[in-house]
């Protein structure tokens, strides 16, 4: 019995199969988590709103011998959880970087410039609107751009948009979260403990080290990233989170063997199987088992060590950790003058950089590196498209509440931005998905 194997399909299966992931993924996640934002708002404004806070507010510690580490369940999910949601970004960034639409300066310069202009717009009116509001350090809150919600308000529109509008999208966002892990590294950051940065470089350096090396254990780099490199950021100063992303770029992101090499040693294995003489009963041998042990390696060693943890991940990520942290954070208790909220200095630069400072900024830049022949529209793209991109990333969600916690201590600007953050985010999504369905998509 021969054995066919079509090398070109495998190959360009295995280059758009994460990409395809991603979006079913994503999109889906972003319905689950529009419901948990419904059941936290509803719940923090029924009468059990104090059942809410007090579930968040519980205490859990963890303790190896005299070191114990007692947190709210709301800090677990946004210093723990949420690191493994920013290790996830880290691993889709890494892998656009080495093989998909930012791996070589062509395919990048149109994503790149229309997210840095994308994310510098926003700031700005933030910055402008609130130069005497005292609230000025909120200005990285509309920089960001929920991809599982853009993704989401995409796919309800069906196969009528154009796959390179998507590959697009995802790419500016991801440059979009590298800039959020920027500014909050760089802007929201407490005082640094120096001792507990220092470990975290030692870590670090283990973890590209041993990436040096081609040690592809999965288990090592969980350890190490886990128990070393996120406790030492904790401890510093820094956020917790930003340890996901650097941990994500140690991981080995090239293949064992060549697909040459796996085909050739899958067919002798294979071979090697159907000549073993078997017995009659439904157990293999030890020497089938042995075989069937070595094709599961072969099979591991033809993956990289990072596509394998991006795949294993993702669903926890995207139906898990996303949605909890929108239970927890969106449960906004409304009160007060509500139009004196939306009228706010930071309400005001949340919404018009959310929609406004985006869009100008995506778009514009966009039109500005086309017209000097820096970069060009992908195939299949026009302006109406990029038009619809722009409102789409005017939703912030979840890197915008991110940040607005770590922006504001003052429970009330918090409560300002946060409605904002919410009110915006699902505007850019309407007036997104209503101009691409009945302009941009005819």
Known sequence: ?????????????????????????????????????????????????????????????FQIGAYSIPESIHTWINDGLMAVFFFSIGLEIKREILGGELSSIKKAMLPISAAIGGMIAPALIFVLINLNSGAISGWGIPVATDIAFSL?????????????????????????????????????????????LFYAVIFFSILVFANYLRVRSVTFYTLVSVGGLWLAFFFSGIHPTIAGIL?????????????????????NLITRYKNVKRDTTDFVSEEELNILEKIKQEGSDAETPLQKVEYLIKPFVMYIIL??????????????DFLSILLHPVGMGIGF?????????????????????????????NWKHIY????????GFTMSLFISELAYSNHEIMLVAKISILITSVLAGLLAWGYLKYFALK
Not at 1 to 14: A, D, F, G, V
Not at 175 to 181: A, T
């Open 1 to 61: 019995m021969s054995i066919s194997i079509n090398n070109e399909k495998t190959l360009i299966e295995r280059l758009i199969q994460p990409l395809l992931l991603l979006f079913r993924y994503q999109s889906t996640s972003g319905i689950i988590i529009f419901l948990c934002v419904a059941i936290a708002m509803l719940w923090a404004n029924s009468p059990w709103v104090e059942f809410y806070k007090q579930i968040w507010e519980t205490p859990i510690s």
């Open 152 to 196: 989401g308000v995409l796919s309800l529109l069906g196969n009528k948009v154009p796959l390179a509008l998507k590959v697009f999208l995802v790419a500016l966002a991801i440059v979009d979260d590298v800039g959020g892990v920027l500014i909050i590294a760089l802007f929201y950051t407490s005082d640094i403990a120096v001792i507990d």
């Open 247 to 267: 941990a994500a770029f140690t991981i080995p992101g090239k293949v064992k063997i060549s697909d040459t090499v796996f085909v050739k040693n899958i067919q």
């Open 323 to 336: 949605p909890l942290f929108a239970l927890a954070n969106t449960g906004i208790h409304l009160h007060g």
């Open 353 to 381: 950089g959310l929609i406004a400072g985006k869009f100008v900024g995506v778009v514009g830049v966009s039109k500005l590196m086309v017209k000097l022949k820096l970069a060009e529209l992908p195939k299949d793209i």
């Open 388 to 395: 619809g991109v722009g409102l789409l990333t005017g939703i």
